[in-house]
T-cell receptor, first 112, second 113 residues
Framework: NAGVTQTPKFQVLKTGQSMTLQCAQDMNHNSMYWYRQDPGMGLRLIYYSASEGTTDKGEVPNGYNVSRLNKREFSLRLESAAPSQTSVYFCASSEGRAQPQHFGDGTRLSIL | AQSVTQLGSHVSVSEGALVLLRCNYSSSVPPYLFWYVQYPNQGLQLLLK??????LVKGINGFEAEFKKSETSFHLTKPSAHMSDAAEYFC???????????FGSGTRLQVQP
């Protein structure tokens, strides 16, 4: 049982480049999330999707876009990467609000 | 919006000593509360959750947490620390009307031999 799978695990970009972070879950969860983790700031929500076909902004959505491709997959896109987007990105999924979120192992992204 | 405060960004204990990690939340209604643990270069793993069934919640690896409404607290404890408990711990609260979690800034636990 893979749970939540994120690709890639590491990436280095130059300022202005674009890329898409992939996330897939095999637990048949309705809700999926993207967070970024920065030292001393915990996890901050970028976007979430309560169900297939819906997405909502979180705390720090600027500079990002998302796509809920189907129930399993939720991708995060950086259209024009900036050094301030250097971070560790985590994808998570859950059955609903009162249910625990299950996390992937993260994507470590550096933007030069 | 709800907020979560974790007192102490770093906590150091001796092996075998009591572990106490503090978490306070702000909420006008009883929330759902969670503790997660993160080991280096890994994602977050659920330790335990509070969903109003019982105020004392037992989790994995010998951890437990007590919900105190009067103090708006949900502190995490373990009677006897083990070296393998060294990690970062996050308290989180669910937001009313939304499906996302609000996380505290985390507490890094160091266990000394």
């Amino acid at each position: 049982n893979a749970g939540v799978t994120q690709t890639p695990k590491f990436q280095v970009l130059k300022t202005g480049q674009s890329m898409t972070l992939q996330c897939a879950q095999d637990m048949n969860h309705n809700s999926m999330y993207w967070y970024r983790q920065d030292p001393g700031m915990g996890l901050r929500l970028i976007y979430y999707s309560a169900s297939e076909g819906t997405t909502d902004k979180g705390e720090v959505p600027n500079g990002y876009n998302v796509s809920r491709l189907n129930k399993r997959e939720f991708s995060l896109r950086l259209e024009s990467a900036a050094p301030s987007q250097t971070s560790v990105y985590f994808c998570a999924s859950s059955e609903g609000r009162a249910q625990p979120q299950h996390f992937g192992d993260g994507t470590r992204l550096s933007i030069l | 919006a709800q907020s979560v405060t974790q007192l102490g960004s770093h906590v150091s204990v001796s092996e075998g000593a009591l572990v106490l990690l503090r978490c306070n939340y702000s909420s006008s209604v009883p929330p759902y509360l969670f503790w997660y643990v993160q080991y280096p270069n890994q994602g977050l793993q659920l330790l335990l959750k509070y969903t109003s069934a019982a105020t004392l919640v037992k989790g994995i690896n010998g951890f437990e947490a007590e919900f105190k409404k009067s103090e708006t607290s949900f502190h995490l404890t373990k009677p006897s620390a083990h070296m393998s408990d060294a990690a970062e711990y996050f308290c989180a609260v669910s937001e009313t009307g939304r499906r996302a979690l609000t996380f505290g800034s985390g507490t890094r636990l160091q266990v000394q031999p």
